[in-house]
């Protein structure tokens, strides 16, 4: 099975910019299906982004396509989310996850395996 760790959070201004990393370790990010999630305070996790397993596909939640980037360093093993021109609703603990499998899903329980968390939090 593959471990992830999420690094790169914090605490930046409406409009700034932030990367985050999910380290993949017993394990390669090549071989899952990946995807991010979010949960602000008090609201359900949701989907932002996934990626096919093969190829390059991607689907983004429309709070932030155009704004969100996904991608892969398979040499790295690790996941990138690129976050620009970030928005306070845009403030969540941010979550890697992986799945058996090549498609996206956004829906969480498809997803078999889970990062810790990296807290994001956006100030107007």
């Known amino acids: 099975q593959v471990q992830l760790v999420e690094s790169g959070g914090g605490l930046v201004q409406a409009g700034d910019s932030l990367r985050l990393s999910c380290a993949a370790s017993?394990?390669?990010?090549?071989?899952?299906?990946m995807g991010w999630f979010r949960q602000a305070p008090g609201k359900e996790r949701e989907f932002v982004v996934g990626?096919?397993?093969?190829?390059?596909?991607?689907y983004y939640a429309d709070s932030v396509k155009g704004r969100f980037t996904i991608s892969r360093d398979n040499a790295k093993n690790t996941m990138y989310l690129q976050m620009n021109s970030l928005k306070p609703e845009d403030t969540a603990v941010y979550y890697c996850?992986?799945?058996?499998?090549?498609?996206?899903?956004?829906?969480?329980?498809?997803?078999?395996?889970w990062g810790q968390g990296t807290q994001v939090t956006v100030s107007s």
């Open positions: 996850a992986a799945r058996i499998g090549d498609g996206i899903s956004w829906y969480q329980s498809d997803y078999h395996y």
């Open positions: 990626i096919k397993r093969s190829g390059g596909n991607t």
């Open positions: 017993e394990g390669t990010v090549s071989s899952y299906a």
